[in-house]
């Protein structure tokens, strides 16, 4: 790579990281956010626990639909705050008009809520362990392989039309419906992978789910980033 192209590189991952250090202790000073996910992410699972059947249902299959499920919209929490923060007192003017490039901006958002997903994840798992008894044994790592893959392209996602939305008056009803459809994709090869694992397949059946989850993330990661600046021009 040549020296100026990876200087460009380095100047916007780390000005990307100032901005996401930024949402994440706005965040946590006020932890509102946060708490409502987890809040939600919690009551979801003993909904679905105290409607389950287990003599219809065997725990290996309801597991993975409630995980991605509960997961899906408790993001969408997280993710309507994004840009919200930067509303009051025209913040995001002044933010645009720093000198950082605008792939800074989405990936500094995009940063930040991937942490936060991860932290609701963090609380979300065990609690579905603990509900339903899971014997995860071995395939503990490979799940935390495929929550984090399901992350960054729900993150990539969510956060560009985070910023498409925010600006309208119904921006937490138009964030779901612009959302939610790219969700899909991204949410089937999740919990289709973790279905194989959980049932003990062979690894063969998991892998092809993992391999196109990685590659819908590389492509929406790619694709949003890109996207953001004219998204923000217009």
């Known amino acids: 790579m040549p020296i100026g192209r990876r200087c ?16 994440l202790s706005i965040e946590f000073r006020t932890r509102s956010a946060f708490f409502s996910a987890v ?7 003993v ?6 059947d287990p003599t219809a249902v065997s725990v290996t299959d309801l597991a993975p639909g409630v995980l991605w499920v509960i997961f899906t919209f408790s993001g969408l929490l997280g993710l309507h705050r994004s ?26 958002k995009a940063i930040a809520n991937l942490i936060f997903v991860i932290a609701v994840q963090l609380i979300a798992i065990p609690a579905l362990v603990l509900f339903y008894n899971l014997p995860l044994g071995d395939v503990l790592a490979p799940l935390i392989a495929i929550a984090l893959l399901a992350a960054i392209g729900l993150v990539a996602v969510g956060t560009l039309f985070s910023a498409m939305a925010v600006n309208t008056r119904l921006a937490e009803l ?3 419906m612009l959302s939610l459809p790219f969700f899909v994709p991204i949410v089937i090869a999740a919990s289709q992978s973790t279905a194989k694992l959980l049932s003990g397949r062979p690894a063969a059946e998991g892998g092809a789910w993992i391999k196109l989850l990685l ?6 990661v790619a694709l949003c980033t890109l996207a953001y600046p004219f998204t923000v021009d217009d």
């Open 47 to 52: 909904i679905f626990y105290f409607a389950w």
């Open 215 to 220: 590659a819908f993330d590389i492509v929406f």
């Open 83 to 108: 840009f919200g923060v930067e509303i009051a007192d025209h913040a995001i003017d002044g933010l645009l008009a720093s000198p950082v490039s605008r792939e800074s901006i989405f990936l500094g």
């Open 8 to 23: 460009r590189v380095t100047d916007t991952l780390r000005d990307a990281w100032v901005i996401a250090r930024k949402d």
């Open 39 to 45: 809040v939600f992410a919690l009551l979801g699972l």
């Open 174 to 176: 138009l964030l779901p």
